[in-house]
């Protein structure tokens, strides 16, 4: 029942790039609401990645860089390492719903 | 330093109920959105409910009318009161702090999250 779309997987080799899509609505990231990305490593609560389409909390390396779209947004890792190995979750909210709405979730593998 | 702790879970019987608390420091919960996120066994996220800085509250369609939303101020705690459960609502409970509006971003997010509480519904 998520209300926010993205590839259930992506896999790179060490220092490749990948991407991750979110795709939404009129109603959310087509409103004009941000796009935030967390990530979650295995067993652990998830951590504020990229705020407002495209902005790192301190602390977060520079390798992570998001971007929005129309009604979609968008969140890279450049020079892929291993302990980007994590699920990614993109979230916004919904006006028609009157509440926060999140991705269906990417797993990233590191081959 | 801002810390959210969550307590209250464990095992109930389908149309039991269970009352979460999450107990933050370093911050004032009244000031803030706060809201409980839950995560099914292998699954995604999903918002639960908020309570605004307000007292405005909202749920998912999922849980309205179940689940209560509300904050002790004194206590600096939230809590989230769970009624007639069912076995999906067994998940990882989490309380997570809306952030607000940080440099040009127009908020709705969550900026720090507590450790999590787990809920399993079942006979």
């Known amino acids: 029942q998520s209300v926010l779309t993205q590839p259930p997987s992506v896999s790179g080799a060490p220092g490749q790039r990948v991407t991750i899509s979110c795709t939404g609505s009129s109603s959310n990231i087509g409103a004009g609401y941000d796009v935030h990305w967390y990530q979650q490593l295995p067993g652990t609560a998830p951590k504020l990645l990229i705020y407002?389409?495209?902005n790192r909390p301190s602390g977060v390396p520079d390798r992570f860089s998001g971007s929005k779209s129309d009604t979609s947004g968008s969140l890279a890792i450049t020079g892929l390492q291993a302990e980007d190995e994590a699920d990614y979750y993109c979230q916004s909210y919904d006006s028609s719903l009157s509440g926060y709405v999140f991705g269906t979730g990417t797993k990233v593998t590191v081959l | 330093e801002v810390q959210l702790v969550e307590s209250g879970g464990g095992l109930v019987q389908p149309g039991g109920s269970l009352r979460l608390s999450c107990a933050a420091s370093?911050?004032?919960?009244?000031?803030?959105?706060m809201s409980w996120v839950r995560q099914a066994p292998g699954k995604g996220l999903e918002w639960v409910s908020v309570?605004?800085?307000?007292?405005?509250?909202y749920y998912a369609d999922s849980v309205k009318g179940r689940f209560t939303i509300s904050r002790d101020n004194s206590k600096n705690t939230l809590y989230l009161q769970m009624n007639s459960l069912r076995a999906e609502d067994t998940a990882v409970y989490y309380c997570?702090?809306?952030?607000?509006?940080?440099?040009?971003?127009?908020?709705?997010?969550?900026?720090?999250w507590g450790q999590g509480t787990l809920v399993t519904v079942s006979s």
């Open positions: 997570a702090r809306d952030g607000g509006a940080i440099g040009d971003s127009s908020g709705w997010l969550f900026d720090y």
């Open positions: 407002g389409n495209s």
């Open positions: 370093g911050f004032t919960v009244s000031s803030h959105y």
């Open positions: 309570i605004y800085s307000g007292g405005s509250t």
